[in-house]
């Protein structure tokens, strides 16, 4: 979808179908033209309602505000109902508040996400007429904004939701299409894209370099091999190091501890997390963002056979702690155990891991919302404002010093499930939580995505299937950290 920014009031400029977005106690704003058709249609203007008139070549959707969200829900609605038309073009204008450029972005964003579609495996693609989508710097009060700003704010928008598209991709293709070295080899390929990326991989000799026994045991029964994926982006004089670990699970089958079949389906999506942190990267590079990212990616597959892993089975892990395996569907976080552990080498100034870790936080959330974990209070309530900004959903989980108990071992250093099997998101965080050292623990994010990365049902602006969850809230957290520095900047100069 081509998005153009006009410096003409919306009346001024051509289109095919104009998208008017309607908030019920904004009813006479000066875009609305068609009131008094909306009793007479049933139109209440709430919220995901739409009305079309083909008559007049205008659509008016419904939203509970003019807050970024709501947007982003509203304009995704407006296009899907007119999805079928022969419309090639639409235009509408500004809806802003506090704040013009994000609500600009917003209005990117909605465009972009509500936009994508995953038909790679459909022998008949479904033909998309609307082409373009014309942006006017009017806002509904007939204020003008800045050209410039207002296009920079838009470009902004289309990069993040283009990055959280691209994750999609990567999330909904199959196994036997996205192994481990499919996915490596996709990370060697956006490299060469981007400016000031590079990429390293390590195979299965490196890890065994590495002493990585933990990640090496769950690829063990795979005919497809581990890959550690290492992709950074790196500008001049940047001012933080951030690091991102994906779990990059391209299939879990559960192993020998295997999943029941209805609960095997979807779970290609095990790899979201290493698609959300390769495509930070994509958008930091493409954004141009002041500071040092790294994503790092433990890809692997978690099947069954005779050289499988085993429940009763003790790992030694890269920092040298054992791990009594009680479960092998327990999985990702030894993966991930390895991988924390070599990114801290990195010395990051802020360290999150994102993955599909545990049902039990889909248990404690809901499928839509993305669990927060770590120590620092100030570092949870900075990722969570900077979700509530990209659209995302997010609720805190605390730790404590008692489920840290439940994760006792009385062979090893520690067991890879609780003992209880309440609270499991929690001591899964908390098993994360003995391979972060001393040092970088209140710089630690450990982010369980497993709810709203991959659901089946359409939702808001979200395709069913993958949602690319984690991509956003982070960007959207990089540049709070951004803008921060360049208002400490002004404020030295």
Not at 20 to 27: F, Y
Not at 114 to 136: P, V
Not at 253 to 277: C, F, H, I, N, Q
Not at 397 to 414: E, G, Q, R, T, W
Request: hydrophobic share 40%.
């Amino acid at each position: 979808m081509k998005i153009e920014v006009i410096d003409k009031p919306i009346d001024n400029i051509k289109a095919e179908c104009e998208i008017i977005l309607v908030v019920n106690k904004e009813l006479n704003h000066k875009w609305i033209k068609d009131k008094d058709k909306f009793k007479k249609l049933g139109f209440k203007s709430e919220e995901d309602e739409t009305l079309f008139l083909p008559e007049v070549d205008r659509v008016y959707s419904a939203c509970s505000s003019f807050e970024p969200d709501d947007i982003r829900v509203a304009v995704s609605n407006a296009l899907k109902c007119i999805k079928k038309s022969s419309y090639k073009s639409a235009k509408m204008g500004l809806y802003t508040k506090k704040c013009p450029p994000i609500n600009a972005r917003a209005l990117s964003e909605g465009i972009e996400l509500s936009n994508y579609s995953f038909d790679k495996y459909k022998s008949k693609k479904d033909k998309i007429h609307l082409k373009t989508i014309k942006i006017s710097t009017e806002d509904y009060n007939g204020n003008s904004y800045n050209l410039n700003s207002t296009k920079k704010a838009i470009s902004e928008g289309i990069i993040i939701a283009e990055a959280t598209n691209r994750a999609k991709d990567i999330v909904n293709t199959t196994p036997y299409d996205m192994t481990p070295t499919k996915l490596a080899e996709y990370a060697k390929n956006l490299a060469k894209k981007l400016k000031n990326v590079e990429c390293f991989i390590g195979d299965e000799k490196f890890l065994k370099k590495e002493k990585m026994g933990a990640f090496l045991a769950v690829a063990k029964a795979s005919v497809n091999k581990p890959r550690l994926i290492k992709l950074s982006y790196k500008p001049k004089d940047a001012k933080k190091r951030f690091v991102f670990v994906g779990k990059g699970l391209t299939y879990d089958s559960g192993g020998l501890s295997l999943k029941p079949s209805d609960y095997m389906v979807t779970m290609k999506s095990d790899k979201s997390g290493a698609s959300a942190a390769l495509h930070i990267i994509k958008a930091a590079s493409e954004l141009n963002l002041p500071f040092e990212v790294h994503a790092i990616i433990g890809a692997a597959e978690n099947m069954i056979g005779g050289n499988a892993y085993k429940p009763d089975d003790v790992l030694v892990a890269r920092n040298g702690k054992t791990i009594e395996v009680r479960n092998t569907d327990a999985e990702g976080r030894l993966v991930l155990a390895d991988c924390l552990d070599f990114a801290q080498e990195l010395k990051p100034d802020y360290l999150v891991d994102l993955a599909t870790l545990t049902g039990a936080c889909v248990v404690a959330l809901g499928e839509y919302t993305t669990g927060i974990m770590g120590h620092s209070s100030e570092l949870k309530h900075s990722i969570s404002s900077a979700a509530k900004k990209s659209g995302e959903l997010t609720g805190m989980l605390p730790f404590n010093k008692y489920l840290k108990k439940l994760l006792k071992s009385s062979i090893a250093d520690i067991s890879n499930i609780a003992s209880s099997r309440y609270g499991g998101a929690i001591t899964a965080g908390l098993f994360l939580d003995n391979f972060i050292k001393d040092e970088y623990k209140d710089k630690w994010l450990h982010l369980d995505i497993a709810g709203p990365a991959f659901v089946e049902k359409e939702w808001g602006y979200n395709q069913a299937g993958a949602s690319g969850a984690g991509v956003r809230m982070c960007l959207y957290w990089l540049k709070d950290f951004a803008y921060k520095i360049n208002n400490v900047h002004k404020e030295v100069k």
